[in-house]
């Protein structure tokens, strides 16, 4: 099949972490299962902590660069850089540290990262501390080394979390080295279940300059009234996939759209058949 969009779009497409077909549940196993199921990338899950030794970062890094899958990686989720109390703001950056040190011994691009809750805080007062927390690990990763991972502050779902579109763009703006890492999914909620796929693009394009956009893509609970964070198969459209992929297609851009829908690698694929429709296919 020609892909007829080789001069523009370039896109990675892939589950959040091993996919359930797997005949091992380990990261190398699942690096393997994403390539045998012709998609190319995977977000490797340190959600409930990190637990992968050095040595094995090195290894999945390099069976990835193998298998030709671009990998990603998805941070603990207890971090909060606007928390009440001091140890839990040192305890969140070391696990940022921590998952950054990982990343970049398996090469992986960028880290997603649920940054901080606003809590007592103003938005104002809570984006402050995000920016001092993260410009301080930032310094530190930078003297142990790591040099290549992206630190990507996700756009949330929740009211009550640091991470609108405009937040995670301004931050972004502010440190180098910190890149929005968009939830299609969350934004949608965020914005009250309306979503222009082309604009945001755009905007990621001319206000910061991306050549590449690290992103997650699922489906939401609509539940009294709103979206809700809780993620469901692709086929709810909350949002709609297609529309994405319509608007991705028709710009220069590179991409990659990890999928969190708890289908995993069932729902990339169903995202792959739409890009294939739509003449696209995945190398």
């Given amino acids: 099949m020609y892909n007829k969009?080789?001069?523009?779009?370039?896109?990675?497409?892939?589950?959040?972490?091993?996919?359930?077909?797997?005949?091992?549940?380990?990261t190398v196993e699942g690096i393997r299962t994403v390539k045998e199921l012709g998609l190319n990338a995977m977000e490797v899950e340190f959600v409930q902590g990190v637990r992968m030794s050095k040595e094995t970062a090195e290894e999945t890094g390099q069976v990835a660069r193998e298998l030709g899958v671009r990998l990603s990686v998805h941070a603990p989720y207890f971090i909060n850089l606007c928390s009440e109390e001091k140890e839990k703001i040192e305890a969140s950056k070391q696990r940022i540290l921590d998952t950054a040190d990982r990343a970049e011994l398996m090469g992986a691009d960028a880290i997603a990262i649920h940054i901080a809750f606003y809590g007592k805080m103003t938005p104002e007062e809570c984006y402050q501390n995000v920016k001092e927390g993260l410009e301080e690990v930032i310094d530190k990763a930078r003297e142990m080394g790591i040099r290549n991972v992206k630190f990507g502050v996700e756009t949330m779902a929740k009211e009550t979390a640091f991470g609108t579109l405009d937040e995670v763009i301004s931050i972004s703006k502010e440190l180098k080295g910190v890149i929005p890492y968009i939830d299609w999914a969350h934004t949608f909620a965020r914005q009250g279940g309306e979503i222009d796929y082309g604009k945001i693009i755009d905007r990621l394009i001319k206000e910061l300059g991306l050549t590449h956009i690290n992103s997650?893509?699922?489906?939401?609970?609509?539940?009294?009234?709103k979206y809700v964070d809780e993620h469901i198969p692709i086929d709810a459209?909350?949002?709609p996939f297609e529309?994405?992929?319509?608007e991705l297609l028709k710009r220069d851009i590179s991409i990659t759209l990890i999928c969190e829908s708890p289908e995993l690698e069932r729902d990339a694929l169903k995202m792959k058949e739409v890009l294939e429709r739509l003449g696209y296919r995945l190398e």
């Fill in 237 to 239: 459209n909350a949002p």
């Fill in 243 to 246: 529309p994405l992929a319509k």
């Fill in 5 to 26: 969009f080789k001069l523009m779009a370039k896109i990675y497409l892939g589950p959040a972490g091993v996919p359930h077909s797997a005949k091992k549940k380990n």
């Fill in 216 to 225: 997650h893509f699922e489906s939401l609970v609509y539940r009294r009234g």
